[in-house]
């Protein structure tokens, strides 16, 4: 079994944001797959079922990104799964709008998710599929970047980034067999 998180921030008014690019992709895989993201169980809005052949549980965590590592620790827990069956799905400004990378380990890069999900669990041994949303020009302006919505021509292809996010972590389950 896997535990396959999205991060994002809860509620509307993040909904469409480049930081709930996490959020977006397991909406995706839930829809592809057949998943209901229905229950909350541990801090996360949780669904369970099957992608190919194994089970997984998909989750985007009610927490707000600073605090991801809570739910990915309870998560983690209640599931009795080792870190290393985690695969987490989050926005990356260091790669352009467009660009998705799987990461098998290593530092946070600055994305705090990721940083709180390293220092909760004090170890790294995770799978990040890393999806590009780009940068600003200007350095201080990251935090209001990250949190507005997409432009409109960002969002035609969206859909397009999205399905890239979803083939990876459809990969990194397939090597596992």
Known sequence: MFLILGLGNPGPKYQFTRHNIGFLAVD????????????????ALCGQGKIGEDSVILAKPMTYMNESGLAAKALLKKYNLQVDKMIVLHDEIDLPLGKVKLKRKGGDAGQRGVRSIIQRLGEDEFARIRIGVGRPLDREEIVDYVLSPFARDERDTLGEILEQATQKVEDVLKETH
Do not use: T
């Open 28 to 43: 995706v895989l839930a829809e592809a797959h057949g998943i209901r993201l229905s229950k909350h169980i541990q801090n």
